[in-house]
């Protein structure tokens, strides 16, 4: 189910986010994915007065590939969210967490976001970085702090070996905890000029197997998303 997930994501985001309204018909062959769909659709048909929907926007035209990603991170954690029985105020930032969570990439030189190649020591220093420059370039736009907490907090890890603030278990959001695993999984899912894409089975063990860096609460509702099937 992931994979349609994914593929209901690259649609969606072949449209820029001012496009994007409420009447949009995706294809969806469940409840379970219509339902995120529709989470992502309702928070684009609200974004018109959003100061947000312009970071949001620049990013679709400067690193389409990056919003694409913000797309699908946003959906899987939408599924994720409805799967926990989230209620729909928490559902509704958890999403937009999701869909905001790399802006900070567009404060980053073109030069080193789209590079073909591994990043050096520096450059990936100055990646790093993204999370905060997130937050500061949302930082007038009035988002709740649960989105806030997902954009600076998604690449923390339980054992504290993450970025940029090296928090551990206890210190992170539960959004960010939810956020660090949809993140990992669409990342290590899709292609990258440097390296090739893994499967979603691949990426879920491997997510399943760093029980010191990732909520294994969340972890198997992510397992039990992905062995669903409703074809
Ligand atoms: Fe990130
Ligand atoms: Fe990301």
């Not at 990013?59 to 926990?84: C, D, F, K, P, Q």
Request: proline residues 3%.
């Amino acid at each position: 189910m992931l994979e349609k997930m994914q593929l209901i994501g690259c649609k969606i985001a072949k449209t820029p986010p001012r496009d994007v309204d409420e009447n949009q018909c995706f294809i969806c062959d469940s409840d379970k994915l219509e339902y995120p769909t529709d989470i992502v659709r309702q928070i684009f048909a609200d974004s018109a007065q959003k100061k947000w929907r312009q970071v949001l926007d620049s990013l679709y035209t400067r690193y389409g590939w990056v919003y694409e990603h913000s797309v699908n991170v946003a959906l899987i954690l939408a599924m994720i969210g409805a799967e926990l029985h989230l209620d729909a105020a928490s559902l509704y930032r958890l999403t937009l967490g999701g869909l905001l969570h790399d802006v900070g990439k567009l404060m980053i030189p073109m030069t080193i976001i789209q590079k073909d190649t591994t990043l050096n020591d520096s450059e990936m220093a100055l990646v790093k970085k993204h999370s905060e420059l997130g937050v500061s370039l949302v930082a007038g736009c009035n988002l709740h702090d649960d989105c806030m907490a997902v954009i600076m907090q998604h690449h923390e890890r339980l054992d504290g070996s993450g970025y940029p603030s090296g928090l551990k278990s206890t210190a992170i959001h539960p959004f960010a905890k939810i956020a660090m695993i949809a993140d990992v999984l669409d990342a290590i899912t899709s292609y990258r000029p440097y390296r090739p894409a893994k499967s979603i089975d691949e990426a879920v063990t491997l997510i399943k197997n760093e029980q010191d860096k990732f909520c294994q609460e969340y972890v198997s509702v992510l397992e039990t998303l992905h062995q669903e099937n409703f074809t």
